[in-house]
Structures are given as C-alpha cells and as structure tokens.
C-alpha cells in the first residue's frame, strides 16, 4: 500500500511569509508525528497526534508554529512569520497506534526554505 | 533528558562488516530503533529492540545493552547501496516519540 506522503517535496518562500505543509499518513494509522531534520542533524519532534487532538505539543519551538487533524487522517503543519532558522527538512512519519512497539513510518519529508 | 551518541562518520568496504555504535543516557527507556536514511530520502526502519539482547534480520543484526546504555547496529556483507546515514532513536518511557541521534554517515567503498 501507499506509504506516507508530504506535499510539497519543496518550499521556498520569504522571510516574514506564511507557510503550509501537508503531510498524508499511511491509511488506517491512528498516530501521526511532526520532526524536523536540520543539516546534519537526527530528526527533532515538534509534534504528535492520537487521532483527531495533539497528544504531545511539547517540541513546537514557540508560538508562530501550529499543526492540525481536523478529521484524524491528514495533518497541516503552519509557520507563521517564517523566519531563516526555520530552513529545514520537515518530516512526516505515522504508526499504527502511539503503542511503545508500534514502528513509525515516515514520509519523504518537505525541505523548507526561507530566504 | 535524553542524550544519544553515536559515531559522525564511518567507512568500510563492499563485502566487509561494519558495527555502529550507539550509547543512550534517559530517565527511562521504552525501546530501541534504528533508521536507514539515504540523502534526500525519508529515514526507513530497520529494527527494534527492547529487550537485551540481538536481533537478526537478514544482513542487519541490533544488539541491546539496558543496563549499559548501549547499543549497535551491525550490517553484514556490505554493499554499495549500504552508503546512508544510520540514526539510532530511543522511545522514552511514558512517551510515544522518538528521540534521534544526529546519525551516522557510512560510506561504504569498492
């Protein structure tokens, strides 16, 4: 079946600007999470959700950065006023369940830019 | 907090073995993965531990030390195709994320 998909595969955009990031979980997969992946770096979390509500906000860096599941399947992760430091790869993964041996899946991720 | 250290970079040889090491300090610990990444591409899993011990999968094997905080990957008859970054994540316990190492770069040469 179909893995995870991001769109788009790549953002460029101005400081200042407003971003928006999809992210389509793998069918059938109640949790969804948000990492972002920096140069050199593991993947960092920013965010996670049980079906329809984030269950775990505590990686979101500050306020201007916000993510929803309105129906509990696909996701929107949004940058308000992005800023140079938010250039990142930002990844998708998704698993069965938040169950401690449930394997995340991730996506190919969104590589943001910000001029 | 969690701290996890692993190796920046490796090389090795097609056809040889190469063990990547990982070591972990968190308050508690729920599991063990490891992620194949090649650039440019989402990170794929590999394997999960929990328990002490080594897990075999084909030419990949993990092997898990709770007490010592430890862990490696160990990949078998290499080849070309091996040459990604490898990240080793834990699972805190009470938590469903992961939390990442900056990765190993393996290159692996002919």
């Known amino acids: 079946g179909a893995g995870v998909s991001q769109t788009p595969s790549n953002k460029v955009t101005e400081k200042g600007k407003y971003v928006e990031l999809r992210c389509d979980p793998i069918?059938?997969?109640?949790?969804l999470y948000w990492y972002r992946q920096s140069l050199g770096q593991g993947p960092e979390f920013l965010i996670y959700f049980q079906g329809t509500g984030a269950a775990d906000d505590s990686g979101l860096p500050n306020d201007r950065f916000f993510a929803v599941r309105p129906e509990g399947s696909v996701s929107t992760l949004k940058i308000q006023r992005t800023e140079r430091g938010d250039s990142a790869v930002y990844l998708c993964a998704s698993s069965v369940t938040s169950d401690n041996t449930d394997t995340q899946y991730f996506g190919p991720g969104t590589r943001l830019t910000v001029l | 907090g969690q701290n996890i250290d692993q190796p920046t970079e490796m090389t090795a040889t097609e056809g040889a073995i190469v063990q990547i090491n990982c070591t972990y300090q968190t308050s508690g610990f729920n599991g063990l993965f490891w992620y194949q990444q090649h650039a440019g591409e989402a990170p794929t899993f590999l394997s999960y531990?929990?328990?002490?011990g080594l897990e075999e999968k084909g030419r990949f094997s993990s092997f898990l030390s709770r007490s010592k905080g430890y862990s490696y990957l160990l990949l078998k008859e290499l080849q070309m195709k091996d040459s990604a970054s490898y990240l080793c994540?834990?699972?805190?316990?009470?938590?469903?994320?992961?939390?990442f190492g900056k990765g190993t770069m393996l290159l692996v040469s002919p």
């Open positions: 994540a834990v699972r805190p316990l009470g938590y469903s994320t992961l939390t």
């Open positions: 069918s059938g997969h109640t949790a």
């Open positions: 531990n929990v328990l002490d």
